[in-house]
T-cell receptor, first 112, second 115 residues
Framework: SQKIEQNSEALNIQEGKTATLTCNYT??????LQWYRQDPGRGPVFLLL?????KEKRKERLKVTFDTTLKQSLFHITASQPADSATYLC???????????FGSGTRLQVQP | EAQVTQNPRYLITVTGKKLTVTCSQN?????MSWYRQDPGLGLRQIYY???????DKGDVPEGYKVSRKEKRNFPLILESPSPNQTSLYFC??????????????FGSGTQLSVL
């Protein structure tokens, strides 16, 4: 069966360190993978999209990698700040499908 | 301001009483979708629409109806709500009909409780 797995345990790190979140998927052949940020009680907000032929994408302090062989995406936040504390969701769409499927997210807590 | 607007923000109702959650976007987006979010289960798609008068089922459509009579509006209808539909609901839109290769813009959510 198809599965998108994100670490359900919260990730706690110190301010200034790099946070690394993992998204693993099974039985998908995604053309795109996206990352979203969600704050409590709010709608998800888009962060980055990476295509299957891209290995890495950066935006300011954010970096996403996409390894279609390992079926994994890594999401990095460098020089993390307490304001980065939130839940981060990965989402992907199977080739040919019109809908995004979301993982259940990983909560990041950045301690000052 | 470009946005997706959902109403109401909170709704408490009783089993069997028909309700509608409205969703409107002002970005002229082709694609609109409804998701529900439950603890541990993530966001699950209920229905989506690629354009006016074109709707299709997502992963969990049972107990829900939608319509897309105008490009900007995509209401979610629960004809006979049941307690297992208690959830946090999100409407989302995207510029292209495909909905998977562009970012989604989400509304602020509707917290529904069915007693």
């Amino acid at each position: 069966s198809q599965k998108i797995e994100q670490n359900s345990e919260a990730l706690n790190i110190q301010e200034g360190k790099t946070a690394t979140l993992t998204c693993n998927y099974t039985n998908y052949s995604p053309a795109y993978l996206q990352w979203y940020r969600q704050d409590p009680g709010r709608g998800p907000v888009f962060l980055l999209l990476i295509r299957e032929n891209e290995k890495e994408k950066r935006k300011e302090r954010l970096k996403v990698t996409f390894d279609t062989t390992l079926k994994q995406s890594l999401f990095h936040i460098t020089a993390s700040q307490p304001a980065d504390s939130a839940t981060y969701l990965c989402a992907l769409a199977d080739t040919g499908r019109r809908a995004l499927t979301f993982g259940s997210g990983t909560r990041l807590q950045v301690q000052p | 301001e470009a946005q997706v607007t959902q109403n109401p923000r909170y709704l408490i109702t009783v089993t069997g009483k028909k309700l509608t959650v409205t969703c409107s976007q002002n970005m002229n987006h082709e694609y609109m979708s409804w998701y529900r979010q439950d603890p541990g289960l993530g966001l699950r798609q209920i229905y989506y629409s690629m354009n006016v008068e074109v709707t299709d089922k997502g992963d969990v459509p049972e107990g829900y109806k939608v319509s897309r009579k105008e490009k900007r509006n995509f209401p979610l209808i629960l004809e006979s709500p049941s307690p297992n539909q208690t959830s946090l609901y999100f409407c989302a839109s995207s510029p292209t009909p495909r909905g998977s290769n562009e970012k989604l813009f989400f509304g602020s959510g509707t917290q529904l409780s069915v007693l």
